[in-house]
Structure formats: C-alpha cells, structure tokens
C-alpha cells in the first residue's frame, strides 16, 4: 500500500471518528481531496480506492490534469480563488461546484458566461469567517446580502458556504470560524429564498477537520495529511497575481 493510500485511511478513520464523537452519520461529510500541486498519478491512487471528490485550487491546473483523470469519472469542485478572466476557461471543464464565490462581481460574470452556454453550476459562497485579509471571502456582515443578491442569478444554484478556519493552535478560535458559518446558514434558510439549499458547509481541513465536523461541517477539504506537504505555502494559492 502507498503512502497516499495509507494516508487516506486514515483520514477516513478521523472522519469516522468524529461524526460518532459527535454523534453524526459519517455518511453526512464527504471528503473532498485538494490536490492542489499533486500529480494525476498520485491523485488516481486516492480515486482508485473509492474517492470521488476532487477540489483544484488553479484554472492551470484543472486543465493540465483533466484528460488523465477524466476516465475514473471524478466529481470535480473548484476551491481556490476565481479570477472573472478566468471563467470562460473554468466552464470547458466538467466543475460541478465552485467553493468560492465571494463578490456579486463574479457571480454575475459567472451566470453571463454560463447563460451563454446554456448551462447552470452548483455554487458555495465563501465567507471569511477569520477577519483575516491575507484570505478572500465576504465579510460575514455582508454575507446574508450577497446571497440574497446571488440567488436572483438563474444559472447558479446556492448549495451552502465556504470557510477557511484561522489559521492558530487556538482551538477556541478556530472554532469561533466554524460556528460563525453554522450561524449564517442558519440565517440564510430563514429568508426561505429560491435557488437557496444551504444543505452545505465545506469548512475544515487537515488539521482542523475534527472542529469542523463537531460544528456541522458536510465537506470537509483534505490534501497535505493525504499528499504529503507542498512545494508552496498556501498563500500562494490565494494571491491573486499569481
């Protein structure tokens, strides 16, 4: 067995272990493998024993990985930080959800481009629980708004929100993110809007995924406690010049 397989069973074993800690069906959280900077190669090991959700954080890389992994049939999200030039290409590839719509901007650029094509998307909309402005995200003062301005958008379905834990060895406060997130949700479902599920919340990640799932997390995002730490530091994936 591979050190990415052996890896991911354990993974599985944590999120196992923390729905029945919180007396949750593991069959409500789903992992979402962020392969960001990960092969094809290694990704297909994670796919061939069962996994199915793959999150890229880069247009370049969806593109330049698509074609090999593409007949395993994986169900593909888009997590990291969407540029508005960048969505013409996002949309020739087969996206089901993208994780990270967080300005009425986008979205709206988004729902013209996919009009266009005659073609509708899954959406989550990112909030940035953590006030923290080395990470995007809407305000979650302003998040109720953007929903409410998003769900008047025909081609995007609303499905849930996005967060990224702060970034501490502070449980208290990474769990502060995750409640906060809990709160709009629940905001959200008592304005009864259209096109509005807010069935999901992808929040937790290699290190925090026990907090997440204790706070009602659905996905959860996993990738350097499967793939081994990566080349760049993660705020590389959220610059937007890069």
């Not at 266009?116 to 629980?129: A, F, P, R, S």
Request: charged share 25%; net charge neutral.
């Amino acid at each position: 067995m591979t050190s990415v397989q052996k890896n991911l069973n354990h993974i599985l074993q944590r999120i196992e272990n923390a729905c029945i800690a919180n007396h949750r069906n593991p069959n409500e959280v789903q992992l979402l493998l962020a392969t960001k900077t990960v092969s094809a190669e290694r990704i297909r090991l994670a796919l061939q024993m069962g996994q199915s959700l793959l999150g890229e954080n880069k247009v370049q890389e969806v593109k330049e990985k698509y074609a090999d992994l593409v007949d395993l049939h994986p169900t593909n999200h888009f997590i990291g930080h969407l540029q508005t030039n960048k969505i013409k290409e996002i949309v020739k590839y087969n996206i089901s959800c993208i994780h990270s719509i967080d300005r009425l901007d986008l979205a709206t650029k988004l729902d013209q481009r996919l009009k266009l094509e005659n073609k509708t998307i899954d959406i989550l909309i990112q909030v940035n629980t953590s006030n923290e402005e080395s990470k995007f995200g809407i305000a979650p003062a302003d998040a109720l708004e953007l929903i409410q301005q998003v769900a008047q958008l025909q081609t995007l379905k609303i499905k849930g929100l996005m967060t990224i834990g702060l970034f501490t060895a502070d449980e208290t406060k990474i769990r502060v993110c995750f409640k906060l997130l809990k709160t709009i949700q629940n905001q959200a479902l008592e304005l009864n809007l259209p096109q509005v599920e807010m069935k999901e919340l992808s929040m937790g990640m290699s290190g925090d995924l026990e907090i997440a799932i204790a706070e009602g997390a659905t996905i959860v995002r996993v990738g350097t406690a499967i793939f081994g730490e990566r080349t760049y530091p993660d705020s590389y994936y959220w610059n937007e010049n890069k």
